[in-house]
């Protein structure tokens, strides 16, 4: 059974203070969700250790369809820079990891 399906048009979602503790678990099913539009996710463990716009790009870059997190809307350059911040953040970890680059 898909449970995806269920939730297809689900437009807003609560996560605060949830025990979210990776980022695929944050997000890998919400990416699937087209209708979803406003998420409120924040005191949770995946972001216990970082600050709160930290946490808030990576949401943003990770999560395409969302047009507003934690009650504030996310403009098209806000979006575009956390996309790229992710980008670069990923291409770090990766080089770190010793993973060839694709330049």
């Known amino acids: 059974r898909n449970t995806v399906l269920e939730f297809y048009t689900l437009q807003s979602l609560q996560l605060s203070g949830t025990s979210i503790e990776t980022w695929n678990a944050a997000t890998e099913g919400l990416a699937q969700l087209p209708s979803l539009k406003s998420l409120s996710f924040r005191n ?7 600050g709160a716009s930290e946490a808030r790009a990576i949401m943003i870059a990770r999560l395409p369809q969302i047009e507003h997190l934690n009650a504030s809307p996310i403009t098209a350059n806000e979006r575009t820079e956390a996309e790229r911040r992710y ?3 990923v291409a770090r970890e990766l080089g770190r990891l ?3 680059s694709f330049a």
Request: aromatic share 0%.
């Open 98 to 100: 010793g993973v060839a």
């Open 44 to 50: 949770c463990p995946v972001t216990s250790q970082m």
């Open 87 to 89: 980008i670069r953040n």
